[in-house]
């Protein structure tokens, strides 16, 4: 064989190198093909796999169906049939098959009849054309011609058309000898049908499974993001592609990505995946259909999936505005925790840029407690009380000492003063005080109280007060509880209206509650009128921004001491400082997330020698730092599209006002509010129990669940009460509804939030509700106790019910002043409707049968009558 | 350009065929139908089914009955004593009120032959029966035989709670309860009125006599497994395997505090 290169170039073959490519080239094409169909195409496989699955159970459903059919309905649908042909074969009879013909002839009939009258129908209106036409042009003589002509065709259709319905009348008739000979026929049919049709169901369902198409779903967010050239971003979704079942039904026991969205009721329902996506919520790289891409765990993309601890950070996005979010439980307390925590003292949070100072004042503090308490106190607030909602200032010795000698300081120019509490008191009876007022709505009194009250977080809303004795002194604690803003304008603490003997025999009670080994601080050595001190210790102050939270003399012109926090979700790893953390292993990774969870557990862990840190210590449990961290992530500076933010309209804002206010007031302490509150339900329960007393007793003797408050309520009444509070309403609660000493804009905004609750909007005014003779006959009856018997639970005046108080009801003479008339008729007609649970029994509608001579036996004039009655019962108290 | 179309065609076959870790849906077919059979119960004839009885009792010194206090309408409610009936032991120890049932069960005999309570009266300001069992969604004739105001007011989770007022001159009134739950019952007129309501799915459910006896018949033959529940001790339960046409023996007995 010559050598190739002796080969002439137009006789050399190339075949063997085109095979070679050819082969190459094809198994590239396989493995590309391959590649995107197994690797780069995962929601094909979703897709089939769901469709397969979901194909697999409507078959073996089917299967259940038929063997369940063949036990129970086999024999049913052989009779059944039999009975269909029986009743099939009697058709075949002379009489039946005489009526195809009649049915055949009729038509017949009912054509010629129809044609006929057509034909005289254009007629007429020809002629009538004429006829008007006639008039139009003056041709009067025309028009008396045509008339009598156009009478006649008159006459004459309406005989016509006559004919026409009589042979359509006729042929219904046929047609319903008809359907009676098929009556047997169709009844047996429907039978039949209806025990097929679970099967028929399901193999619907088979077909339309086998003719679904795999295919990308796609959705476009148009303007959901601000993007760095001002301009708002589209962005886009294909996360269906694999999670194909999120928006239906009846895949919440299967895995992802075949699950069901969690609470699709309420998140898919106001957030339809066409208009929101996915990614808006849960980030992630929206427009990526393979893993990990699309959950955006690769690098440079910058806003990785959530997980489920931080996923609610996704809803503060659009809901920022709001501190309670539906359907976003950690979201909310999270929200509530930085309200009640007061992160706005020290940081810019926005919306939250006017707040007040949420600690006590300090320029009176010595008269108070003792500089020794102050002391200690700054040093470690945790030891003392473990719950306290104030942040561990974890001062050092020196720096403690030196904030002592300047409250010491500023202390000497207070004005304010104690009078001596007189001596006595007992302490049994204090104790059965702080039981039975309420203090536990918002205090935990006994470790036993500790133990029992569960709420919505981990701290305390107002001190423990288990060693209040080792804080305060006696005669500031008599002056205190007796009027709390005296000492304090800003406080939340309100007035309980205590007589001198029970504020003294609290005073006696809570002298006791002492610590048990409380730690030696002897300032006795320190000079704290020393100059350099008391500044030094206005330094630190200063510094570590007590300020924030506190009114302290000298610092009124400081301001916040921290940074925003609006963009510090939005910061990377490498913007946070880790001091040694990541060295000696204080932190599991160098994440946001990491730096974050550390920081909330102990504000100090980035701390070196060289980087004083100087936030004071909340010491959040894991769940707490894990909250706050969320809430951070949520803050992370982008600007959503107008279209996405949630826009809370006066209502919202009526809402949020009047939850903020709640919460500063703590008045879920006592009440259920939003259906949640009643804190000091527990407590009463323990209290009940201990005394030999039933559950049911303890929850009639608990401060009232305020469900539809805005709507029961006038107005005016609420202002009224919230001013200026009484207790007869309920006369049997020990429990009093204490005195906030609200100014008139915190009670319009609580009234204002009551109605927003309820979604109405009431003026203020007065409400004259007429009694008629008819009605004030019928309600005395009603009322009577052989009737409906009312009295039987509710007072009146000064008529009171039989049996043990906590068995009352509300007393009637209230009523005019303080319900709306149409939530009393609401309330009569429905009450487990307007408030579940209640003790109140629903009398209608069965009652107004039974009772026929009564408003003839009518429901609602009845329940108009009752209302009536009762709007103006203050005319009759005298004869009940 | 046959053998393009071809050529990807094959791609695809090998693909279908091909192997490749299947994704976990979590949930098989099997599960699916599991769970649409255990529905409705469906009444059948039962032929020659057994029987279960027994006794239940108390482990225990028998406690003594709590005296009640009336304290309202007394002309009405004070004729008789009331005693608490959160825990009724005879002397010789058996225990009445208790519920006891077959706890899950398919098919079986129709409701019709269940010893239920058609009816509670409210008599002497106490409920009588003390535990009504009445089948869900069947009529329960509520009667009033006091002439003073009542109320009927449940306890429940499955069900909705009702609280109806029956006055006086309302002697008879019907609800019906569509889940089966034990439902408690109280009156707010009167305080001390407690009863239950125990609501059945299917027939095979029986309350004890004063002496803690019981008798549930027409069982058709299998293993099942019988829930005792008692207002203050809670439930217990028991296997129990039941032959054709013969009667079987399961007692329990419930301590103290348990």
Known sequence: MPKRSETPLEERRYG????????????????????????????????????????ANTEAELTAEQEKFERRYAAKLETLQQQLTEAESKLIGEDYQSITAEVQQVDLKIEKAMQVYRFAKSEYDALWYEYK??????????????????????????????????????????????????????????????????????????????????????FVMAGFVKGNFQSYLDQVDRCTSCHVNEDKGGFDEYNIPFKTHPNREVLIKNHPINQFGCSPCHEGQGEAIMLPHAHGFVSHWPKPLLNETMVEAGCNKCHSSELKVEAAPNLTRSKRMMYDL????????????????IGPELNSITK???????????????SFRQHTRMPNPQFTDQEALAVTAYLNFINKESDYSVPRAPYGGSVTRGENYVESLGCKGCHVVTDKDREVRVTDVTYDMAPELTKIGSKVNR????AWIRNPKQYNPNTSMPKLRLTDNEALDIVAYLTTQKEGNPPAANLAGADLDSEELIDEGKTVIRNFGCHGCHEIKGMEKEGKVSVALDEFGGKTHDELFFGDAIANESVPDDSWEAWTIGKMKNSRLYATEAVVQRMPNFEFSDEDALSMTMLLRSWDGRKIGKNFVKKIGTRGESLEKGRRLVRQYNCVGCHIIEDEGGYIRPTVIEAFKAKGKTEDAALSASPPDLIGEGRKVQPDWLFDFLKNPTTNIRPWLDIRMPNFDFNDEEVNTLIAYFQALEDINRPFSEININLTRAEKRAAEKLYSADYLSCFSCHQVGNKKPEGPPEGWAPDFMLAPDRLNPDWVSDWIADPQAMQPGTKMPAFYPDIAEALPDILEGDADKQVEALRDYLMNIRKFANNL | MNRAFSLIALAFALVACGGGEKADTGKKATTD??????????????????????????????????????????????????????????????????????????????????????????????FIPHISLVPAGAKLTILNSDGVLHNIHTYSEINKSVNVAQPGFKKKMTQTFAEAEMIRVACDVHNWMGGYIAVADHPYYAVTDANGNFEIGGVPAGTYTLEYWQESLGTKTAEVTVAAGASVEANAMFAAGS
């Open chain 1, 133 to 218: 036409h006639a008039e139009h042009t003056g041709h009067t003589d025309e028009m008396e011609s045509l008339r009598p002509k156009i009478d006649n065709l008159q006459t004459e259709i309406t005989a016509l058309k006559q004919a026409w319905d009589d042979a359509e009348a006729e042929k219904d008739a046929i047609e319903e000898r008809e359907a009676g000979f098929r009556q047997e026929i169709t009844q047996l049919q429907e039978q039949i049908a209806k025990l097929n049709k679970p099967m028929d169901e399901l193999e619907t369902k088979l077909g339309n499974i086998s003719d679904r198409k795999i295919k990308i779903e796609q």
């Open chain 1, 16 to 55: 063997h190198f085109f095979l070679l490519l050819a082969g190459l080239l094809a198994l590239s094409t396989f493995w590309a093909i391959w590649d995107m169909l197994r690797e780069r195409a995962p929601w094909q496989r979703y897709q089939m796999e769901i469709n397969s699955l979901e194909y």
């Open chain 2, 33 to 126: 139908t599991a769970m649409m059979s255990s529905g409705s119960y469906e009444a059948m004839e039962v032929m020659d089914g057994g029987t279960i009885t027994g006794v239940v009792t108390f482990d225990g010194a028998v406690p003594a009955l709590k005296k009640l206090e009336i304290t309202k309408d007394v002309n009405v409610c004070g004729k008789t004593a009331h005693y608490d009936e959160s825990l009724v032991v005879s002397q010789t120890n058996g225990m009445a009120n208790v519920v006891v049932k077959i706890t899950s069960i398919a098919e079986g005999k129709g409701f019709e032959t269940m010893s239920a309570s058609s009816e509670v009266d409210q008599k002497g300001c106490a």
């Open chain 1, 368 to 382: 108070k407690t003792t500089n020794e308490f102050i002391y200690r106190w700054v040093k470690d607030t945790k």
């Open chain 1, 475 to 478: 005669d500031w604690l008599y």
């Open chain 1, 342 to 357: 007061a992160c706005y003292a020290c940081h810019e949070v926005a919306g939250y840029e006017k707040m007040r100072k």
